[in-house]
């Protein structure tokens, strides 16, 4: 394993474990010798996991639309940045070059990010690893709404072990860890 895909909120968020682990996570990466892959802006919870990743001395990839570089929130000090035509391009690029996907905290595009590389998982387009990071309980009512929809018969039990669930982004940094064992 050699680099991780990042799905995280825009914005801070309104509680202060959000940030501090987007922050352990991001320098975590780099000590282990990870590489992050992110969506390329310098706002929010994305920001402050690539500044933190910066900062330990990690690579930093971003890849980010060229819509967002016009509303000016692309991260000008990544190690490098792919700039995409639109978000189509931008999932299946950042897809392409990670070897693992992590979802911490995040609006509607962070859901929309996680989804989709599910339902690759899903559909067997991919094997790679994915884990949502619950910090505080964030993606309770999103595995509330998973587990419904499979006792519902609209997912198929096998498809619920597609990813994990880590209570902190030291159990995130050891399951990539496990995930990069031959």
């Not at 931008?90 to 992590?102: G, N």
Request: aromatic share 8%; net charge negative; glycine share 10%.
């Amino acid at each position: 394993m050699k680099a991780v895909c990042l799905f995280c909120g825009a914005r801070p968020g309104n509680d202060p474990r959000f940030v501090a682990e987007a922050q352990v996570f991001g320098r975590g990466l780099a000590q282990a010798g990870l590489r992050l892959v992110y969506g390329g802006g310098h706002v929010g919870l994305m920001g402050l996991a690539a500044d933190a990743a910066l900062a330990a001395g990690g690579e930093v990839i971003g890849v980010i639309p060229q819509a967002l570089v016009d509303r000016e929130v692309a991260h000008e000090r990544v190690t490098k940045l792919h700039v995409t035509r639109n978000m189509h391009e931008r999932k299946a690029l950042m897809a392409d070059l990670s070897d693992a996907f992590v979802a911490l905290p995040g609006g509607f595009g962070t859901l929309d990010e996680l989804c989709e590389i599910i339902t690759w998982a899903q559909l067997g387009l991919h094997a790679k690893p994915i884990i949502l990071l619950n910090t505080a309980g964030f993606y309770d009512g999103f595995l509330e709404f998973i587990r419904t929809a499979a006792d519902s018969g609209f997912i198929a039990a096998e498809h619920l072990q597609l990813f994990r669930v880590a209570k902190t982004p030291e159990e995130v940094l050891r399951a990539l860890s496990v995930s990069s064992r031959p």
